[in-house]
């Protein structure tokens, strides 16, 4: 509809620089000839007038064709940016109806899964410690799983006055306590650096989600020993991932969705990072680590 608008103005400013010239030539002829009576005087002033008059109504008519056409373009820059919105705004309600039923069938599977694990500590009471530790592991993790069923069923209408107050570094030592038991750390060396207490308005599912993505795509790149460093610098918090692996060829990419270097891999860890990032308006960030010589992937978040 705005790209339409553009005719009636160029009609309008046609219609304008007739009437002006005409009338321009009309009242400037009609004088001269009053006051001109030498017909080479009168040729001469009328070429000059000639001249003059294509000259400024050139230097015009330009003037007023840049400034339509920048019109335009902004015209067209709003209405692409508008369509881009609302294809965002279509994606996030399909993942948000997609993201929903998972949760669904997510739950269903999780249900058992804890009834299972509840009769086993009953009937196990007396069981040595190593075996208690493990079921508490699981029920643990089966609480974990509830909540990011629960959490899915908000995708696309998630927004940061939902969080609260955490201690971050106290959520990614238990991220990390989740992350063990997972075989990819076998024999692998994880540390949590975190000179200093921070405290973030978020999650602790969402902690732990980007905290296992990060340290997962370590291991699976062939770390052997990853860092995870907490810290406030100013008005930013960052959770920062650094491996002795063969780093990430492609920055620029890393965050792109499908994007891996791995056989078995999904290519969508680090993008989930860079969502979680974006929900609490932050970045993403990759690059080579200064500590440990592999890659280092950073969320960097505002702290309040």
């Known amino acids: 509809m705005r790209e339409n608008a553009a005719f009636p103005r160029a009609a ?101 899964l804890q009834m299972g694990i509840d009769e086993l500590q009953t009937l196990r009471r007396d069981a040595d410690p190593t075996e208690t530790r493990m079921l508490e592991a699981m029920s643990g993790a089966c609480t974990r799983l509830h909540d990011l069923a629960h959490r899915l069923t908000r995708v696309g209408r998630e927004r940061s006055d939902t969080f609260e107050p955490i201690d971050l570094v106290a959520a990614v030592r238990g991220a990390l306590e989740v992350a063990r038991a997972h075989p990819a750390f076998a024999r692998k060396t994880i540390r949590v650096v975190a000179p200093d207490p921070v405290t973030l308005s978020t999650s602790a599912v969402l902690v732990d989600q980007v905290t296992i993505n990060l340290l997962l795509n370590a291991a699976e790149a062939g770390a052997s020993t990853m860092e995870v460093h907490v810290r406030q610098v100013g008005d930013e918090v960052e959770l920062a ?54 890659a280092v992937v950073r969320m960097v978040v505002p702290a309040q």
């Open 12 to 112: 309008q400013v046609a219609a304008t620089y007739v009437l002006v010239a005409g009338a321009y030539i009309w009242s400037s002829d009609t004088v001269l000839l009053a006051l001109v009576r030498d017909p080479e005087t009168l040729a001469r002033i009328s070429s000059i007038k000639g001249t003059a008059f294509v000259l400024v109504t050139g230097a015009a008519l330009f003037a007023v064709l840049v400034v339509m056409f920048r019109r335009a373009e902004r015209d067209a820059e709003a209405i692409r940016a508008g369509e881009a919105a609302l294809a965002a705004s279509e994606r996030r309600a399909l993942a948000g109806t997609l993201a929903g039923a998972i949760a669904h069938d997510f739950n269903n599977l999780i249900m058992p």
């Open 241 to 294: 991932v650094h491996d002795d692996g063969p780093g990430i060829e492609d920055a620029a990419q890393a965050f792109a969705p499908w994007s891996t270097t791995k056989a078995t891999g999904s290519g969508l860890g680090l993008f989930s990072v860079a969502a979680r990032a974006e929900l609490h308006h932050g970045r993403a960030e990759a690059g080579r680590s200064d500590i440990l010589g592999g």
